[in-house]
């Protein structure tokens, strides 16, 4: 069974359920693809930075919460 | 600033199947501004992220994002209107919120921006927010807004209300 949008016309007020068409659905696929990209790299980032900081505290020999207290 | 709010329609998602989007059509131009609450969650997928669609089409948007995991920031920019909400990885029966508010969205005259508030939670785990400034290059009035994960359905009982907000 092909998947449904939701539909609500906001002047009638009346609800429908529409199949997608072949359009939407690659559309659908390619969004899809494109946030999977942009989670991994957003998540590659922030693994980059939480090792640096870690690497970096353990050269200064200090806590992150001594860090947070240098800092504040 | 707006002091009146009015609901002018909401969507929930009934079947356990889920659904494609929610989307709100015909969105009359009598009013200022727009706000959009949703309470969302994915039914299969897993990358967190609602989307949003604006008269239809996912081009011609641009987005400065800020995003936190409460362990590391990131920020970047996008050219889709993402949304932070459950996967459905995240914990049983939770879901995302999100508030999105589109300022002078009938004009035809102008761009539109919109900012996007949004979080997902995971019991105190792995759980986002993420802060947007978006823009919507056209001048086309806004009378169409689409919600859908980027991933797979939209799970039961996700809901998308919207509402119009009159200058005072």
């Known amino acids: 069974m092909a998947d449904k949008k939701i539909i609500v016309n906001c002047e009638t007020g009346e609800v429908s359920e529409v199949e997608l068409t072949a359009e939407e659905v690659a559309q659908r696929a390619a969004d899809a693809t494109e946030a999977a990209k942009a989670k991994a790299e957003a998540d590659a980032d922030a693994a980059a930075k939480a090792t640096a900081k870690t690497a970096l505290l353990a050269k200064l020999g200090i806590s992150a919460e001594e860090a947070a207290l240098l800092l504040g | 600033m707006p002091n009146t709010y009015t609901k002018i329609a909401s969507v929930s998602v009934s ?109 105190g785990a792995s759980a986002y927010m993420r802060l947007s400034a978006g823009l919507w290059s056209s001048n086309s009035a806004i009378n169409q807004l689409t919600f859908y994960a980027s991933s797979g359905n939209i799970a039961q009982y996700s809901t998308a209300t919207l509402y119009g907000i009159v200058k005072s």
């Open chain 2, 15 to 123: 079947s356990a199947l889920g659904a494609a989007s929610m989307d709100f059509t015909s969105i009359p131009a009598t009013y200022t501004d727009l706000l959009v609450k949703v309470s969302g969650r994915e039914l299969t997928g897993v990358s967190l992220l609602f989307t949003m669609q604006i008269n239809g089409v996912a081009t011609n948007q641009a987005t400065r994002e800020l995003r936190g995991s409460g362990a590391a920031a990131t920020s970047g920019t996008n050219t889709i209107a993402t949304i932070d909400q459950n996967g459905s990885g995240t914990t049983a029966s939770v879901f995302g919120s999100a508030d999105i508010y589109i300022s002078n969205y009938a004009s035809t005259t102008t761009y539109k921006s919109y900012s996007i508030d949004s979080a997902s939670e995971n019991n």
